[in-house]
Nanobody, 123 residues
Framework: QVQLVESGGGLVQAGGSLRLSCATS????????MGWFRQAPGKEREFVAA????????YYADSVKGRFTISRDNAKNTVYLQMNSLKLEDTAVYYC????????????????WGQGTQVIVSS
């Protein structure tokens, strides 16, 4: 069992940056592939980025590729999402998730979820 707590969300102007953190407790985070998802009002939850247990494999959604960077520090049991060049359409609640699978993108393959952190990008 692992608990996930996101932080770092907030209000930022378009073109700005934010770094989200996902702190884990319980089992060590190195046991899980980790991902970030987001859900905007009235829309389905969508994949943003994922990283394998040791960080060797990383996937990004096309919409964030080149702007967002996922990373992990297993020693600190923390996963990060650096978000640069933010756009209005990045506004959403961002969720951290953990999976027993080596590397996945589908939300139904993630067993553990945080409560989410709100990101609002303003013009």
């Amino acid at each position: 069992q692992v608990q996930l707590v996101e932080s770092g969300g907030g209000l930022v102007q378009a073109g700005g940056s934010l770094r989200l953190s996902c702190a884990t407790s319980g089992r060590t985070v190195s046991s899980y592939a980790m991902g970030w998802f987001r859900q905007a009002p009235g829309k389905e939850r969508e994949f943003v980025a994922a990283i394998s247990r040791e960080g060797a494999s990383i996937y990004y959604a096309d919409s964030v590729k080149g702007r967002f960077t996922i990373s992990r520090d297993n020693a600190k049991n923390t996963v990060y999402l650096q978000m640069n060049s933010l756009k209005l359409e990045d506004t959403a609640v961002y969720y951290c998730a953990g999976s027993f699978y080596y590397m996945v993108q589908s939300p139904d393959k993630f067993q553990y979820w945080g409560q989410g952190t709100q990101v609002i990008v303003s013009s």
